[in-house]
């Protein structure tokens, strides 16, 4: 787990990165920038429990090539979760808040994860954990607002211009932060079409 300092802004940013690509370079870039965060943690899952595993590479190569694409130094690349033998977001988000009292974490996730975020493992618990910051993907623009999680937790949506604040607010908040969007995708990349 990266060293974190109390009082810091630290977005988390997790995923297989099945290969990472400057989709989530982007996500990353505009995360840290709108967020004001003083780190943001590329966290390379072993493997997605709703995902197939036949295609995944192996953890190493993915953590590479994730190292090549964040280049600013902030930018923190870990596989921690296979240390801990973590499976859901939900435990992870519990060790991270367990191991670093006083910093400020906020879930940072692509637009286009809000559909199907309602069938993660205790995706309610997630949400009361962290702040989250729903990063606008091509083709979720519209649709998120349809989310089960978005209309669950409609009352707990905070104002865009209040990103900076966001990693600071008690959990459940969250927010859609509009920005350019980059039509990669890791299943397309696989599969050598551009677009999925």
Same mark, same amino acid.
Not at 58 to 82: G, H, N, Q, W, Y
Not at 96 to 107: E, L, Q, S, T, Y
Not at 152 to 181: K, N, Q
């Given at each position: 787990?990266?060293?974190?300092?109390?009082?810091?802004?630290?977005?988390?940013?997790?995923?297989?990165?099945? @290969?990472?690509?400057?989709? !989530?370079?982007?996500? %990353?870039?505009?995360?840290?920038?709108?967020?004001?965060?003083?780190?943001?943690?590329?966290?390379?899952?072993p493997?997605?429990?709703?995902?197939?595993? *036949?295609?995944? $590479?192996?953890? $190493?190569?993915?953590?590479?090539?994730?190292?090549?694409?964040?280049?600013? @130094?902030? &930018? =923190?690349?870990? %596989? #921690?979760?296979?240390?801990?033998?973590?499976?859901?977001?939900? +435990?992870?988000?519990?060790?991270?808040?367990?191991r670093?009292?006083?910093? +400020?974490?906020?879930?940072?996730?692509?637009?286009?994860?809000? *559909?199907?975020f !309602? !069938?993660?493992?205790?995706?309610?618990? /997630?949400? &009361?954990?962290?702040? /989250?910051?729903? /990063?606008?993907?091509?083709?979720?623009t519209?649709? #998120?607002?349809?989310?089960?999680?978005?209309?669950? #937790? $409609?009352?707990?949506?905070?104002?865009?211009?209040? %990103? @900076?604040r966001?990693?600071?607010?008690? $959990?459940?908040?969250?927010?859609?932060?509009?920005?350019?969007?980059?039509?990669?995708?890791?299943?397309?990349?696989?599969?050598?079409? =551009?677009?999925?």
């Amino acid at each position: 787990m990266p060293h974190v300092e109390k009082g810091m802004q630290v977005g988390l940013f997790g995923g297989s990165f099945n @290969p990472p690509h400057g989709g !989530h370079a982007l996500v %990353a870039e505009i995360a840290m920038r709108r967020l004001r965060l003083d780190q943001f943690w590329w966290m390379v899952t072993p493997g997605s429990p709703l995902k197939d595993t *036949r295609e995944l $590479a192996p953890l $190493a190569e993915r953590i590479r090539l994730s190292r090549a694409i964040a280049r600013d @130094p902030r &930018m =923190k690349v870990t %596989a #921690f979760e296979a240390s801990y033998h973590v499976r859901y977001t939900a +435990d992870t988000l519990a060790l991270i808040k367990a191991r670093n009292p006083g910093v +400020d974490f906020v879930w940072v996730m692509g637009a286009d994860n809000l *559909r199907d975020f !309602h !069938h993660w493992q205790r995706w309610r618990q /997630i949400a &009361m954990t962290f702040p /989250i910051a729903v /990063i606008d993907r091509p083709g979720s623009t519209l649709s #998120f607002l349809s989310s089960v999680v978005a209309k669950t #937790f $409609a009352y707990a949506r905070v104002d865009e211009s209040d %990103a @900076p604040r966001l990693a600071r607010m008690r $959990a459940p908040a969250w927010t859609f932060i509009h920005g350019r969007r980059s039509w990669l995708s890791s299943t397309a990349i696989r599969n050598g079409t =551009k677009r999925p």
